[in-house]
T-cell receptor, first 119, second 112 residues
Framework: AQTVTQSQPEMSVQEAETVTLSCTYD???????LFWYKQPPSRQMILVIRQEAYKQQNATENRFSVNFQKAAKSFSLKISDSQLGDAAMYFC????????????????FGKGTKLSVKP | NAGVTQTPKFRVLKTGQSMTLLCAQD?????MYWYRQDPGMGLRLIHY???????AKGEVPDGYNVSRLKKQNFLLGLESAAPSQTSVYFCASSYGQQETQYFGPGTRLLVL
């Protein structure tokens, strides 16, 4: 079974600085997707960024980028020029590509990292 | 386009009571999911559906039932609520199994 580990329960960053959130995962599959979701105090789960495992190029979305290391099974999120609105819980998630291989198509989440942004 | 909506937003139940949580999506998505989120546990899959009229069990299905009578709606039922079901419940939907899942705002349930 796949697992996702976020080893940093809490992180803090100064406004306008850069922070990196760590995520590692365990899988025997070669094809899968990885995600970072943001959950602000409103509890709404918001997709931040998505990475297909077959793509070597790291995904980027404006100030958010990932460092995807497939061999190391590592998927970290870098937030540049941090803003007060970035304060939230961040969840790393994994999903198999193929439903037929016993996957339910669901996301497997890590336990989250709480990010605080200091003004 | 409202996306994924959930009702109610918050509910308090007594042990043994029943209730139904409603999830609705207007994106014509085939796949729908119910997750629960507990402190320090991340989100875990309860049940899911790959199309109208189909449902299947997820990781933590005990104590819950679901129905998908209409493509746009996915109902989660608690027949006899227990304090262990106190949680925040999220519905999600996606166009296909490989597509991004979009989440509703969540329902906070407290079982006394």
């Amino acid at each position: 079974a796949q697992t996702v580990t976020q080893s940093q329960p809490e992180m803090s960053v100064q406004e306008a600085e850069t922070v990196t959130l760590s995520c590692t995962y365990d899988t025997s599959e070669s094809d899968y997707y990885l995600f970072w979701y943001k959950q602000p105090p409103s509890r709404q789960m918001i997709l931040v960024i998505r990475q297909e495992a077959y793509k070597q190029q790291n995904a980027t979305e404006n100030r958010f980028s990932v460092n995807f290391q497939k061999a190391a099974k590592s998927f970290s999120l870098k937030i540049s020029d941090s803003q007060l609105g970035d304060a939230a819980m961040y969840f790393c998630a994994y999903r198999s590509q193929y439903l037929s291989r016993g996957s339910q198509g669901n996301l497997i989440f890590g336990k989250g990292t709480k990010l605080s942004v200091k003004p | 386009n409202a996306g994924v909506t959930q009702t109610p937003k918050f509910r308090v139940l007594k042990t043994g009571q029943s209730m139904t949580l409603l999830c609705a999506q207007d994106m014509n998505h085939e796949y729908m999911y119910w997750y629960r989120q507990d402190p320090g546990m991340g989100l875990r899959l309860i049940h899911y559906s790959v199309g109208e009229g189909t449902t299947a069990k997820g990781e933590v299905p005990d104590g819950y039932n679901v129905s998908r009578l209409k493509k746009q709606n996915f109902l989660l039922g608690l027949e006899s609520a227990a304090p262990s079901q106190t949680s925040v419940y999220f519905c999600a939907s996606s166009y296909g199994q490989q597509e991004t899942q979009y989440f509703g705002p969540g329902t906070r349930l407290l079982v006394l």
